[in-house]
């Protein structure tokens, strides 16, 4: 079987497939799975055409891993074939981990289980099907492969994980402010002391890239009505699985009602296998079919959020740039409980806060290096004239304040 | 409230929504239902980046209705602006009945009920609920409106339809042989005698819409692993309904469950309105979420389907130009008899010949007109110098044989 | 004769010409010359494919303000059809007083004459011509119409002239990082107290803007070898307007010689027609193929910088961030004395340094104005969090040192 | 000194040149001239865009060529190192010896002359300097080369060349309607029995490119505006021949001199090596500087075809597809004779019928061959089931017939 293959990308034009191994870790179901995991969860409600995947996200920023290493190669970096087979493995597995609609319901659906660990255990799994092919790939995703820069490539501030969903999330929400020039950042790669730096032309596109990344955050990632409405969706999980402890039953595939029924914690998951059987059938569909059926239930908590989630009747969510005083959120609580006749206790379905916050670049992190021309080695934050590109490392934080919009109507009373 | 937005899309930028009322239609949980049916059902099968849905289409054709009705107007042709508003409603519902995975399980959920039937019976729904608002938009649709140009837009030939799905699938695909300059057709649209023409000038720009289309055919819409993929999801709805007619339940969301257990047909369907209520709650997710719950069903044919479909381990599909022989499908037949260990009854669930044909343009049907230089008005096929365009009316036919590609491992015995 | 003619613009794919004066002004033989002016000077020898020119971007910002206008109209700003055609005429012709190669020969040809004085002097001639149709045009371009949001559309920090010089030479060059959102920012484009405001939700917009512009400047407008190669163009036409002084005459087209043989300054200028008569036959071509003519020329001087420019043989040009010391160019010159055999008093055609400065938002200058959701006005360096949006306003100065690079083979002696 | 340099172009992102040797070859100053060669002469003047020139083609060419070698060597094709510098060298230099405004002028600076001879003479005199470095490209180039599919790569039916221009003069027009898919097509090049062929997968993408190819011969590069102007340069060439012939000197540069007055025959061409010397030294900026200022000439017909043509006041074109009958042309001429008050002698100054044709694929001419799956070799017209692909290889004639418009405002008298 000819598994030389190339996909089409709408992004990048074509796609090769590198190798027999790449192929069939692609095949294996626990990839395949990604294919129903959208990589910005709800985000489509407002930029309808951002329903693409971590399935297509894996596949792209492994491409770019490619052109990568063949950039470092020509610039005399020792990488074997092994190695970069590996390196292209821990790339297009680095998201693996990922439950349904990514990050909205990390923690919820499995308390305290981040993806990270969730891909740990599945490469784990996979290397033992693949008889240990996946060790130096798994080295590398740990950092605990000597050639350092290798696992920079896969995670670090300028990583190609960072390269392709900037580009991606960019084409497919229609938000050309996030283009990043990426061909020329990979070209300007180098590695000196086994660090991956970035060589002194290609600081503009750097500034570009940390800028894009920035405004790719507000614009896209913590857009108001997106946060609103992820929100949503982790309150209903909530609820269902407060109606499950109160023992009412719910429609869900049995992959969902694993999760519904039963008390799963960090400490517990690893010591049964069904967990991680059971969280390697989820993808969006279970969670999406789910609620379009608890739209009709009779918990009007959950009829509520499910009706209005499905028919995009949103949540209004308003944005502060200080946290709100008390006496507002108790106003709209009020409201809430006037409004919609519900007790004090179930507010939190009706009225909440989150806080988000944001930095562009982080100094206390592995920080970006620029090569100079003069040999030596700068931070970007140094090496840059944007005078004070020290400012995009300031965190910046804002409050989203969430509620159904008709308790503005009975707003001045 | 604003209803005046702005939505981002990849495909043309930006989509204004024109007014008040098409705000509202999009807002219905009718049209929001279309976020949730994919445009080219199983294509990402194939295309990863096809995700796209009828939503996002819908919106789209709207979009270039806009920019047709504004040259046209440009040229001196009267709309008012009420028809405008309706031809807009009317293109932006044109798909309004289509089910889950659009055209593959039309005729399967629920038999002899076209898409078509569907659309016009939801339309009076909406035209009900918008209290006869929808009334030119439906004469339009139609072809009862006097102006039979506004129809012309909706649906023939060089239809605004074809135009946004040719520019979106080739978009979304990343097959830029499908990209088509529907601004310049827009452009040379005009109205002669109440009848759309294309000036000729935009002769070129036609020509090579046909072509575009004609090779999507042939790389996308046929392509025989998708066509195969969406026969095993036709197969997997009628092994569900077998089941159901022996007793035997099957995991489902309620609306979906309905259209397995009840034996609905073209002429009950209007009969019973809780037939279209459950139909309007249908889409993609419903399905996906039974196939991956059925792919553990102890129902041996169920599950072979459903776990190959959702692994995407797919049967082999090829092409023939010409009806395979009796012989061939006999014996690929007996091969799956012999390796699968199922009866004879059973191998239309293993083997299968699908006939399919397309023609890139249909001489009989509603012509493409062209206004000459000269004034005269000569359909295409006469005024293109590419002097046997003819040829692209010939219907081209082609046979897809489908089976198990195990089978081929015990083919020389 | 139809003058209602639509333009393929590979930036915006159409343009359209909206009236029969526009069409009449773009017909003129001042307005045909930008055909024959490149947009951004020698770029095109870093990136081959910058060769757009003066008419290009005439067209496309006329382009932009027609859809600023549409926006700001829906928004219910008054603006009447003659405002429409005044300002659309006063953007085409903003830059029609460039000459040759636009910015590098500024004050070359002519003494102490900028562009902008060209232009309003050309316009006045066209004003004359067309019976005083271009009173409000000339009056919005020096911003004496009442209506001030007019001319800020024309000529301000973010006005529709850099809109579209920023995405067409982006394009152009193929630098993806000059690409901005110019679509989304005129849709943002609103007017308070007669003021042209930004609303809150483009702020992005405009950061990524002037970010875009920032970066354009240094990689593209002021690159090492784009700057080397500008001033050997003015020092080639120096050095001919000396040899004219000794009584060496030099092939030259009829209007270039009158201004290598005539003093003319801005002064003189405007007392003799002729003058403005020869400036208007002038464009790159008269003095591309003076060039190539002059580096056969006896003169060492001439003939060494026009063989070099055309043969793309260019000077070596440093930056630095402080002023290179004295004794840097001091042993630069010796060099160029020993190497070349040339006397002291020629150096300056060898070794030169330019000072060049960039801030990318000038904070006393007419200043970015945000409208916030609360109805207030800020200026976008307050609005913007991205706290210290005041670094963008910084000056930052570079030195560039530019001789041939023969001069370092001698450098260790 | 750094010969390994990425050169940015807008349609591709990145061109990188290959090798100091080919490095060398961009830097003689016969492949700089290229720089001032616009690739389709006086299509800007319909097409603003259209400015981009023989170098950028050239580099955009070898850029190709390259993705073609690795996709070839991929698949198994012996291909050295020295083959494929020869190669890249081949698609280089194989445009050096067009003159001034490519097509338009050939054979009329210099009489019988082609620009296959000059490339062959030029290469050679290259060959010269670099000792013999180009005798693999020149016999590639020649077809003399035993891998016979190199040449094939470099001039066939759907070689490099085309597929350089058909994507370039797309682009620079922005007429969407010639983008071709270069990389797939590429991706699908195959070699069988030493010749290039293409895979059967791929055939569509054939099928696209020569309809691709049709239209943009008859939107762009047939189109009449063009066809008109470029007729008028001609004329012009050949009016100032007539009168240097006459004893009347024009100004123009030293090389254009050199062939307006003497006469240069492909016999006396290659005898003596001033006529290439001069020929090496032309570019488009020596006609149009001429032309301008013939503008204002004493000669009426001269003047009025420069001036017309620099303020493009341009003859109007009309197409027609059978030969106008004489009595068509002999009224126009007589009109011109009494409108513009000229000798009948020089009516073809004013009236003229060029006869223009074209074919999309030439059946006697090297094919393109398709490689079927089942490893047999087919033509494209045989293979494709466009049934009757045959009629792409219909030549269609057309011819123009221009003249000063004003003859026609006394037409009906």
Known sequence: MNKKK????????FISIPSGFIFDLIQHPYFQRLRYIKQVSMTHLVYPGALHTRFQHALGAMHLMALAIETLRGKGIAITVEEEEAVLAAILLHDIGHGPFSHSLEHTLVEGVSHELLSALMMDELNTTFNGQLDKAIAIFNNRYPKKFLHQLVSGQLD???MDYLSRDSFFTGVAEGVI????IIKMLHVV???LVIEQKGIYSVEKFLIARRLMYWQVYLHKTVLGAEQMLLKILQRAKELYEQGILLFASPSLEHFLRNKITRENFTENVTHLVHFSRLDDTDI????????YHDDHILRMLCSRLIARSLYR???YSTAPQDHVIVDLEERAVKYFGITAADTAYYVWVQSIENSAYEQNNSTIKILMKD????DIAEASDLSNLGTLSKKVQKFAVSFPKELLTIHHQ
């Open 160 to 162: 190609i994980d960072r």
């Open 6 to 13: 190339i996909i089409n990308d709408p992004v990048y034009g």
């Open 375 to 378: 040999g030596s080695i700068q």
């Open 288 to 295: 999406w079919s789910a609620i379009k059926t608890w739209a």
């Open 317 to 319: 969510t308003e944005l």
């Open 193 to 195: 002391d086994n660090e």
């Open 181 to 184: 020039s990426f061909d020329r």
